[in-house]
């Protein structure tokens, strides 16, 4: 089993604004994952990464995904589609070099 760092995004599909107690609570709830959160303002968006243990990427990322929703809705965030989703292996994470901000 090796440890996984998972990242979806949500997107708006027309539904209310989301609201800031709310992505406090999604927060909370994510935090014994080591989790972050995000949200776009251009696009009504939020993204959150978390990291767990899983026999394969794939399985990483369903189990996030399950995760992630399942608490999104519990903190009271809109149930937006999934758009986007990543998963790197931790230990491949760690190794790669923090570039500086793009100046475009």
């Known amino acids: 089993m090796d440890w996984w760092s998972v990242t979806i995004e949500a997107q708006t599909d ?3 604004p989301m609201d800031d107690e709310a992505l406090e609570k999604f927060l909370d709830l994510i935090e014994p994952y080591d989790g972050s959160v995000g ?3 251009e696009l009504p968006t939020w993204d959150a990464t978390i990291s ?5 990427a794939a399985d990483g990322l ?4 399950r995760i992630l929703t399942v608490l999104a ?7 937006w589609p999934v758009v986007r989703a ?3 292996r931790a ?6 070099p923090i ?5 475009e």
């Open 86 to 88: 990543e998963v790197i």
């Open 99 to 103: 570039l500086p901000p793009s100046r």
């Open 52 to 56: 767990l243990e899983a026999d394969s």
């Open 73 to 79: 809705a519990d903190a009271g965030l809109p149930v």
């Open 14 to 16: 027309g539904q209310a």
């Open 62 to 65: 369903t189990e996030a995904v």
């Open 39 to 41: 949200v776009g303002t």
């Open 91 to 96: 230990d491949v994470r760690d190794d790669r």
